[in-house]
């Protein structure tokens, strides 16, 4: 596995004010990983210290083999980034800004074009490619941001929340857009504030809080680090349903036919189900398996801070 990012006890502090403490992540080349966090949290801190616009004060970061501190010009020509400070010029056509991007990467003029052209049909900008961005929803001022980062060709891109404010439609293109560029060899760190988007598109996601991450994994690794997740069975009759009660426990729906039956959702818990199941001959018509989704994951993980937070204990 080639990491295209490797940090090592990075650590940023405002002041007294420690955003993070010792924070150590990797990401595979190829892959998409998220950063959620509450707000204030550290992300956007954390993206600017990755692509080089803000100087950490401890740590040892690798961006697509570079050391940040020994070559951060390095980083900055395999990378782009795009989120809350927008590169979009709102003077110029979306076609003009593209243009200009392809300049300060010293593409030719042809190539420019070229490009330039290639990006308004990927992102559906040609329309609106001779208009300026004023005149843009808030989805194609998004894609014409990312078509921007994409002129250079990095092979890592910083998504600093994406979606936000988009609408579940505009939302939806850029997820597929994500998408294909990860298919195309890109890595993506991703922050959101939607969880849904985490566990639609990250293949890794870490939850930043207190200055430190406090969970890192697949969505379905931090879904079991957290109790509620259930095995539902489904029975033909109440007889078969008393049965599996009678042995397993858990709660019983007795109009649905179904018992619940706590479980993390592995597939060691659910071979001992199973196994249970075969030795007391309970007959099973059907088994789903329920995990919390990544919002339970998210309170769970982040409830202490904010409630010391609200008490104003904070670091005390
Ligand atoms: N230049 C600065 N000077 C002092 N404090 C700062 C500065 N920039 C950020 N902070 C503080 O650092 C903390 C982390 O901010 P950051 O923007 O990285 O959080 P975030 O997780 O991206 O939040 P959000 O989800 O709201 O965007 C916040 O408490 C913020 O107030």
């Known amino acids: 596995m080639t990491l295209a990012i490797n940090v090592a006890g990075l650590r940023k502090s405002y002041g007294d004010k420690v955003v993070l403490d010792g924070i150590d992540l990797t990401v595979a080349e190829g892959t998409i990983f998220s950063l959620l966090g509450p707000n204030g949290a550290g992300k956007t801190t954390t993206v600017q210290i990755l692509s080089t616009l803000l100087t950490a004060d401890d740590g040892k970061v690798v961006v697509a083999g570079h050391d940040l501190a020994a070559n951060p010009s390095g980083v900055r020509g395999s990378i782009g980034v795009t989120g809350q400070f927008s590169a979009v010029d709102n003077m110029l056509t979306g076609e003009e800004n593209l243009l200009l991007m392809a300049d300060l990467h010293h593409l030719s003029k ?29 989805g194609m001022r998004r894609r014409l941001d990312l078509a921007m980062t994409l002129v250079g060709n990095p092979r890592i891109i910083f998504l600093d929340e994406p979606t936000t404010g988009l609408d579940p439609r505009s939302r939806r293109t850029m997820w597929d857009i994500i998408r294909q560029l990860v298919k195309d060899g890109v890595t993506i760190f991703l922050t959101t504030q939607y969880l849904e988007e985490a566990d639609q598109l990250a293949d890794r996601i870490a939850v930043l809080n207190g200055g430190k991450l406090v969970a890192e994994g697949t969505a379905d690794q931090l879904k079991r680090l957290i109790p509620g997740g259930h095995v539902r069975l489904q029975f033909a009759d109440i007889p078969r349903l008393n049965h599996a009660a009678h042995v ?62 609200h008490t104003g204990t904070r670091g005390a």
């Open 248 to 309: 397993l426990g858990g709660t019983r729906d007795d109009d649905a036919l179904t018992l619940s039956v706590p479980s993390d959702g592995g597939v060691q818990s659910l071979r001992s189900l199973l196994d249970q199941l075969a030795i007391d001959l309970v007959e099973v018509d059907s088994l789903s398996v329920h995990l919390p989704d990544l919002d339970d994951v998210f309170f769970a993980m982040t409830a202490k801070e904010t409630a010391d937070e």
């Open 110 to 138: 042809a190539e420019g074009r070229t490009r330039a052209a290639e990006l308004l049909a990927q992102f559906d900008l040609v329309d609106a490619a001779s208009k300026t961005p004023m005149t843009y929803s808030g």
